[in-house]
């Protein structure tokens, strides 16, 4: 039940991205919501949950490109993954802590797409790489929000077991 | 203990999900497998959906433009302005370009375009994303558009159809790498030589099939040559030579070359023949 509500949000997602984000280009950069979806899944879940969610769906948004099937699926497994490792590091839970979160992995995850797009062959200007981290990072943090309530809904309430007097970092 | 085991399985999981990955890219990158299949079935599905979107989206995306493309829309209204009284000087000139282009092909025996039947098409969708450079139009399989065939514009040769999706085709742009190989002629000396995209900076590089000895005046026309090695018919306008240098053996030249036709309009027409057109 868990997995079909996790589809279902996924698929909403690319198609939010595909119709309405996909024709906003900002300064040579586009929003991408379908790494903020790999992002969320880890913060709601755990590593392995993130890294299949964000293979799962950037599967399904690869078939959709022209770029190399599998490229998207794979930088946003390990990104899923990344958020995920990171999360657990984190004891505290705060809305400040997940925002940053959100941003420095939607950066990271629009470099390293970058960096493997270059090694298979896909033109990528270095020039504008700057334009697009930004639009990518921004859109997701002003998203992160309703990614939230649709991912708290398909996995599920937060187990709560942190207590807010606890150190942020171990 | 507990957290270590865990974290043991998720790293496996992981390493799972990066071979599944990369054995992916691999049977993309070869051609082989149903990645191809499950494309087209994907664009097929979502097709609907991307119209619907249109649909709703365009009068937002009209409101935004309005708002934040103000001044832009005046600068690109004053540009057209200068553009027509150029044009209006140029139109005498072009009457006697014109004749000496059909001289030339007559002269080379090419395929006049022409003739070839063409289907008129609107761009409905760029690129998904900001690594991706091709572009949708509302034609397809029904239209007798077929994989390959050459997109143009008024201008010249602005793609091929890279995939037909159901009613609808991606076109791959021809500044884009991944379009390969074009077979070109220069107008003035009619030497061939074959050209790619040059990575991110929007022209063209022809690498071989140009002498030495020939002379080439930079802003001198290119054309496609229609030759056997080229899928593209012959003596569509691709653009003018930006820059000339020798090759590193100095035995041949190499040209940038800027592309004449871009894709500011809503419009592409695909020409209709694949083999046929050579």
Do not use: H
Not at chain 1, 10 to 18: D, E, F, G, K, R
Not at chain 2, 216 to 230: F, N
Request: proline content about 4%; charged content about 20%.
């Amino acid at each position: 039940m868990i997995a079909a509500r996790v589809a279902l949000v996924a698929v909403v997602t690319i198609l939010v991205q595909v119709t309405l984000l996909s024709p906003i280009e900002i300064a040579g950069g586009r929003p991408n919501v379908v790494v903020l979806f790999a992002i969320v899944a880890a913060l709601q879940t755990n590593a392995e949950r993130g890294a299949v969610a964000g293979f799962g769906a950037g599967l399904a948004f690869d078939l959709l490109l022209d770029t190399p099937a599998g490229l998207t699926a794979l930088t946003l497994a390990l990104v899923g993954w990344g958020v995920g490792a990171a999360k657990d590091v984190v004891l505290r839970s705060s809305w400040m802590i997940t925002l940053a979160l959100v941003v420095l992995a939607s950066a990271a995850a629009t470099l390293l797409y970058a960096a493997a797009a270059v090694v298979f062959g896909v033109a990528v200007d270095p020039a504008a790489l700057p334009a697009i981290v930004a639009v990518i990072a921004v859109a997701n943090a002003l998203l992160s929000k309703p990614m939230r309530w649709a991912l708290r809904w398909a996995f599920g309430p937060e187990p709560r077991v942190r207590s807010r007097d606890q150190l942020i970092f171990r | 203990m507990a957290r270590s085991r865990r974290f043991g399985r998720s790293r496996f999981t992981l390493v799972l999900l990066v071979l599944a990955s990369l054995t992916i890219l691999t049977l993309d990158y070869r051609d082989t497998g149903p990645i191809q299949g499950a494309r087209g079935v994907a664009g097929t599905v979502v097709s609907p959906f991307r119209t619907a979107g249109e649909f709703i989206a365009t009068p937002f995306r009209n409101g935004w433009n309005g708002i934040f493309g103000y001044s832009d829309l005046e600068e690109e209204n004053r540009e057209l302005r200068r553009e027509l009284d150029r044009i209006r000087g140029e139109r005498v000139e072009a009457g006697a370009d014109r004749e000496e282009l059909d001289e030339l092909r007559q002269l080379n025996d090419l395929p006049v375009p022409d003739t070839i039947p063409r289907v008129t098409a609107e761009v409905v969708s760029e690129p998904l994303t900001s690594f991706d450079s091709t572009i949708e139009i509302n034609r397809g399989a029904g239209d007798g558009i077929k994989e390959g065939m050459s997109v143009v514009t008024d201008a010249g040769l602005v793609g091929r159809v890279l995939r037909v999706q159901g009613g609808r085709s991606r076109v791959v742009l021809i500044t884009d790498p991944a379009f390969g190989d074009v077979a070109v002629r220069l107008v003035d000396s009619g030497e061939v030589a074959l050209a790619q995209s040059s990575g991110t900076d929007g022209n063209l590089e022809a690498r071989e099939g140009v002498r030495s000895g020939t002379v080439v005046e930079r802003g001198e026309s290119v054309v496609t040559s229609g030759s056997d090695r080229s899928p593209y018919p012959g003596g569509i306008p691709v653009g003018t030579v930006e820059s000339v240098a020798r090759t590193g053996d100095a035995v041949e030249k190499t040209l940038v070359i800027e592309p004449i036709a871009n894709l500011d309009g809503r419009y592409v027409v695909v020409l209709l023949c694949d083999e046929a057109c050579t």
